[in-house]
């Protein structure tokens, strides 16, 4: 990836009965959560400096990096 933001998106989530109720997608968050879990995809988004990072976090620091550019 470029440096910068770059967005993908994952669902994670525990199988269960409910979930599989709610969604016809359930095997995809279920299979994003061991992704997200796995040691060596861990260790490869370290290596190559990858953040995982929320929404909530992204407006935050776009907030200061803007505030701090005013001064």
């Known amino acids: 990836l470029p ?3 770059s967005q993908i998106t994952f669902g994670p989530a525990e199988a269960s009965d409910a979930l599989a109720a709610i969604t016809p997608r359930w095997q995809q ?3 994003d959560a061991k992704l997200l879990q796995d040691p ?3 260790a490869l988004f370290q ?3 990858v ?3 929320n929404w909530k976090e992204v407006m935050r620091r776009f907030r200061e990096s803007t505030a ?3 001064r």
């Open 29 to 31: 968050l279920v299979w």
């Open 3 to 5: 440096p910068g933001l």
């Open 51 to 53: 953040q995982l990072t």
């Open 40 to 42: 060596l995809v861990r």
């Open 47 to 49: 290596s190559e400096g």
């Open 68 to 70: 701090s550019s005013i």
